[in-house]
């Protein structure tokens, strides 16, 4: 991913430095493409210093979603990752693949290094 968007960061920034110097060579338009070419550059700068930059925060602690099956006689249980818009008592689309009813979220845990399990209160 990183590396990625130096890669388009850099071919960015040489087709800014090729409007530039393009440009240059229109004697009426120079100076707009001057500042295209520098608007290109910068922007491509930008992603440049952007991807370096990827590398130092931590990743966030990884979250995961226990689901239970409503269903008081099934013991279907299912550990699954967080997913976007997951929280405690969510009914869920899916159904049980073991007796097909509904399912509920019954906790969101954040998983900490020393494998030790929060409970979000939501
Ligand atoms: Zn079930």
Redesign the pocket.
């Known amino acids: 991913m990183g590396l990625l968007s130096k890669v388009i960061g850099a071919i960015i920034s040489g087709a800014g430095a090729f409007i530039l110097f393009y440009g240059m060579s229109d004697p009426n338009m120079s100076w707009v493409w001057f500042f295209i070419g520098l608007l290109v550059i910068s922007i491509g700068f930008q992603m440049l210093t952007a991807g370096g930059k990827q590398k130092a925060p931590k990743p966030p602690p990884p979250t995961i979603t226990e689901v239970k099956?409503?269903?008081p006689t099934?013991d279907?249980k299912e550990i699954r990752d967080f997913q976007k818009g997951d929280y405690v008592l969510k009914p869920l689309d899916a159904k049980?693949p073991?007796?097909?009813?509904k399912?509920t979220i019954q906790g969101v845990y954040i998983v900490k290094e020393e494998d030790e399990k929060d409970k979000i209160n939501v």
């Open positions: 099956c409503d269903n099934c279907f049980c073991k007796c097909g009813s399912m």
